[in-house]
T-cell receptor, first 110, second 115 residues
């Protein structure tokens, strides 16, 4: 299974752009790099997913270099409500299990 | 569409008792997963159902845990007898079959406390 490594915590201020980088040196060929957000007392919530290059949706962008050994989640103009734990993982749902790492606790300050 | 629902949201039981957790996946999702987070540790995979069949149960900690998905709809996870180290949050997730990169949709979990 692809083991992921992320910073344990990050601090930011409202309105700033936040970039969280994840290392996944042994990502499997069929795995999609997937990011989740989790608030206290809730389950992980899907944010964004990509295989290679750049993906953008209404909440975030995901940058994946050609070697796929890392990825960077970019959150534009964060707000206090973006304070949460962010997880990256390699995902191949038909293969079964995925592994969540320790995640990155993002704290957004006013 | 309704999301993944789990019941109960909290459960407090004594060591040695039995508890059954339930998960209702999103309608039409044939993949169903159980995960758990033991306090302070990462979210770990327990098992994966495809419809009513266990595809992978390599994460089940021991034979005190029994998961079922009769009829391929909702799933139950029974812990019998419960031990102190079983305390944690149990998450269920589902996804459609045949889309290997489909994100998992998680429920809000069941917080189990064994005293």
């Amino acid at each position: 299974l692809a083991k992921t490594t992320q910073p344990i915590s990050m601090d930011s201020y409202e309105g700033q752009e936040v970039n969280i980088t994840c290392s996944h040196n042994n990502i499997a060929t069929n795995d999609y790099i997937t990011w989740y957000q989790q608030f206290p007392s809730q389950g992980p919530r899907f944010i964004i997913q990509g295989y290679k290059t750049k993906v953008t949706n209404e909440v975030a962008s995901l940058f994946i270099p050609a070697d796929r050994k890392s990825s960077t989640l970019s959150l534009p103009r964060v707000s206090l409500s973006d304070t949460a734990v962010y997880y990256c993982l390699g995902l191949n749902t038909n293969a079964g299990k995925s592994t969540f790492g320790d995640g990155t606790t993002l704290t957004v300050k006013p | 569409e309704a999301g993944v629902t789990q019941f109960p949201s909290h459960s407090v039981i004594e060591k040695g008792q039995t508890v059954t957790l339930r998960c209702d996946p999103i309608s039409g999702h044939d993949n169903l997963y159980w995960y758990r987070r033991v306090m302070g540790k990462e979210i770990k995979f327990l098992l994966h159902f495809v419809k009513e069949s266990k595809q992978d149960e390599s994460g089940m900690p021991n034979n005190r845990f029994l998961a079922e998905r009769t009829g391929g709809t909702y799933s139950t996870l029974k812990v019998q007898p419960a031990e102190l180290e079983d305390s944690g949050v149990y998450f269920c997730a589902s996804s459609p079959l045949g889309q290997y990169n489909s994100p998992l949709h998680f429920g809000n979990g069941t917080r189990l406390t064994v005293t």
